[in-house]
């Protein structure tokens, strides 16, 4: 513990051993006086701790209050939400199907923004957008705002990389180019570091049509101590689509999803409807860190001081009928 103004610590011991001086001079001239009326010295002696308990309460409460003045304070754990979350989009021509209206992609960016605009300032939010390539669409920020408008102009084409979504999302978070140890110009697992207040939440429908290997991407991760969640965006009935003058089924391929997110010790989330989506961004498990931060004491000691102060007070004068 410190204290802003630490002379007030010798105030307060002075003028405590003063009161208390002056308490104890005053204390024997009444036991004089008590004595001098014929008063029994042992009824003195047994009534004796119930005589000096309001006196030294309020002396106590005075001390603590000259302490509070000093303006303490003390170094502790604040836990919070921190950290840094990477919302990756699948923008494939598959987002485009309705069997959650008013489509997959469409449901997929109304949750996520409700759900970053909820998010503290102390959590960083990045945007990946992903298709058969993928890209950074926002770096991570504080900035919420600037993420929602991220958000809100994504539209879907070409194909599905469920690989390259992790992989472009650990570059996000790292802040340099990633990719599986086996490519030529692959950054080993060690070269990542420690990330582990990120987490990665992917949002498709799990339909992986190329790219580097999903699972081997996600161990990557793991070993960087990034979690991944992934949301699955549609039904298992699925729906069809038209895309480029033919019509495509689409499903959802929850079993790619599972084993993506578990892969790193996250969790796999259905979201059939908005509301589903909505529900599943309540209950994201984001990480929880803690910093050391000065905590001031002044308020919590000048409360205590008071207490002690009144408590004194109502004793003296419910006990003696007034401040002794």
Not at 25 to 37: H, I, N, P, V
């Amino acid at each position: 513990m410190t204290f802003s103004y630490p002379w007030m610590i010798g105030v307060a011991v002075v003028a405590v051993a003063v009161l208390l001086l002056a308490y104890r001079a005053l204390d024997r001239r009444r036991s004089a006086a008590l004595a001098s009326f014929g008063a029994p010295t042992g009824t003195v002696r047994r009534r004796a701790w119930r005589r000096h308990v309001p006196p030294l309460v309020f002396l106590a409460g005075l001390a603590v209050l000259l302490v509070g003045v000093g303006r303490p304070q003390a170094m502790v754990q604040v836990p919070r939400v921190a950290g840094t979350v990477v919302l990756a989009f699948d923008v494939s021509n598959s987002m485009m199907a309705t069997d959650v209206a008013p489509s997959r992609l469409a449901a997929a960016q109304e949750a996520a923004i409700s759900f970053v605009r909820a998010q503290p300032s102390t959590v960083d939010i990045g945007v990946v957008s992903f298709e058969r390539a993928a890209m950074t669409a926002r770096a991570p920020t504080n900035d919420h705002e600037q993420v929602v408008t991220t958000i809100e102009r994504l539209r879907p084409a070409g194909g599905t990389s469920l690989g390259q979504a992790i992989l472009a999302s650990l570059s996000a978070i790292i802040d340099e180019p990633v990719s599986l140890p086996d490519d030529p110009e692959a950054a080993v697992a060690s070269d990542l570091g420690y990330w582990g207040s990120a987490t990665i939440v992917v949002l498709s429908d799990g339909e992986d049509t190329g790219g580097p290997d999903a699972i081997a991407a996600a161990e990557l991760a793991a070993t960087a101590g990034v979690r991944i969640q992934t949301v699955g965006i549609g039904t298992v009935e699925g729906a069809t689509i038209e895309v480029e003058g033919y019509q495509v089924a689409t499903a959802l391929n929850e079993a790619l999803l599972t084993e993506v997110a578990e892969a790193t010790a996250g969790t796999y989330h259905r979201a059939e409807d908005v509301d589903a989506i909505d529900r599943i961004y309540e209950d994201l498990e984001l990480r929880i860190t803690s910093r050391p931060e000065m905590l001031e004491l002044t308020g919590a000691a000048v409360l205590a001081g008071l207490a002690l102060l009144t408590v004194g007070g109502v004793l003296m004068t419910a006990w003696y009928g007034r401040i002794v």
